[in-house]
């Protein structure tokens, strides 16, 4: 059974961020700037067809069809990502500039989002994000 992740979300809490941040190659202040603001998503979920706008530190709109690769810019250059269900959550394979990562989008019961994400070096963050009525 796949999650349903439809509206609009808020973060409410950050774990090692600032840690996976430099596993991944961003830079001092561009880390000091993503850590600052408060990201808003607005998910629209239709079957297997995504979109995710994300606002904060800058406005960024992803389209996206479960089981298809498609190119993303993120904050370390280009990156391919494949995104599928694996037991009810998104999980995310991402190629980048410094090797295979991946992230995990999960509805838990507590009614948030948990955005796990891993650097290739093992390093892993949990973003929360609760929903923005």
Same mark, same amino acid.
């Given at each position: ?75 370390? =250059?280009? +990156?391919?990502? !494949?995104?599928?269900?694996?037991? $009810?959550?998104?999980? %995310?394979? #991402? ?15 507590? =009614?948030? +989002?948990?955005? !796990?994400?891993?650097?290739?070096? $093992?390093?892993?963050? %949990?973003? #929360? ?5």
């Amino acid at each position: 059974m796949t999650a349903d992740f439809n509206g609009k979300w808020k973060l409410v809490d950050s774990e090692n961020f600032d840690a996976y941040l430099q596993a991944v190659g961003v830079n001092f202040m561009i880390r000091q700037m993503a850590k600052a603001v408060t990201p808003r998503q607005e998910i629209q979920q239709n079957g297997d067809n995504f979109v995710i706008k994300s606002s904060g530190f800058q406005t960024k709109v992803t389209n996206f069809t479960i089981g298809e690769e498609f190119e993303d810019d993120s904050p370390i =250059g280009k +990156v391919k990502c !494949t995104i599928t269900w694996k037991d $009810g959550k998104l999980h %995310t394979a #991402i190629e980048g500039p410094r090797g295979p990562m991946w992230s995990e989008r999960e509805l838990r019961e507590d =009614g948030r +989002v948990y955005l !796990t994400m891993a650097a290739p070096n $093992g390093t892993k963050a %949990t973003r #929360i994000f609760a929903r923005d009525e």
